[in-house]
């Protein structure tokens, strides 16, 4: 049987992290599936042993820095959640490979993250992961400035670093409106 691949995406504060606690929580607790969670060892602004949404959600989660130390671990469980899925490209086994593997060895897969930088361009994991997908859910913040759906993140900070950890103090959320590129406004 092949895994089916569900991608949650869009831009911060859209709420990604939540929508993936929310079907982690089901399966655990809802369905009693065994769910490994994964998050990047880089991505440490909150936890390493939970995942949290900014709303209060939490589920166990392991923070990793090579797929190689579980890739065990992933093949004994019917559920396998990445989340900041964008953070996972440059390890030492290609994310798409990774979780082409597990849906192949029927494994569901549901993977959460920005999918597009602050520049809008896309994050190439997040691109080929939504094109692989089964099911894409994309959802939307509120626009910082006039509280419209966005589909984009702005970064107030002025630099050209393409990822930057932080969060409302460095981003906001903006409609295509009100989200400029900082290099196009000069
Ligand atoms: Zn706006």
């Known amino acids: 049987m092949y ?47 939970e995942l949290v949404s900014h709303d209060g959600l939490s ?27 964008q953070f996972f490209a440059g390890m030492d086994i290609d994310v798409v490979v990774f979780v082409s593997d597990l849906l192949h060895n029927g494994r569901d897969v549901v993977v959460a993250g920005l ?8 994050f190439p994991a997040t691109a080929m992961l939504m ?11 509120h626009c910082s400035v006039c509280g419209q759906p966005a589909f984009k993140s702005f970064k107030k900070v002025q630099d050209d670093e393409e990822i930057r950890l932080g969060h409302s103090d460095i981003y906001e959320a903006r409609c295509n409106r009100h989200w400029v590129r900082l290099t196009d406004a000069g």
Not at 35 to 49: E, G, H, I, M
Request: one cysteine or more.
């Open 3 to 49: 895994g089916k691949l569900t991608a949650i995406c869009g831009p911060m504060f859209a709420g990604k992290t939540t929508e993936l606690l929310k079907r982690i929580l089901w399966a655990r607790n809802g369905e009693g599936k065994e769910v490994l969670v994964l998050k990047t060892a880089f991505d440490n602004r909150y936890s390493d042993t």
């Open 59 to 85: 589920a166990g989660a392991k923070a990793i820095s090579r797929f190689s130390d579980v890739t065990g671990l992933a093949h004994e469980a019917q559920m396998v959640c990445l989340d900041e899925v």
């Open 115 to 122: 999918d597009t930088n602050w520049k809008g361009e896309p």
């Open 131 to 141: 094109a692989m997908a089964d099911e894409v859910i994309k959802l939307t913040a």
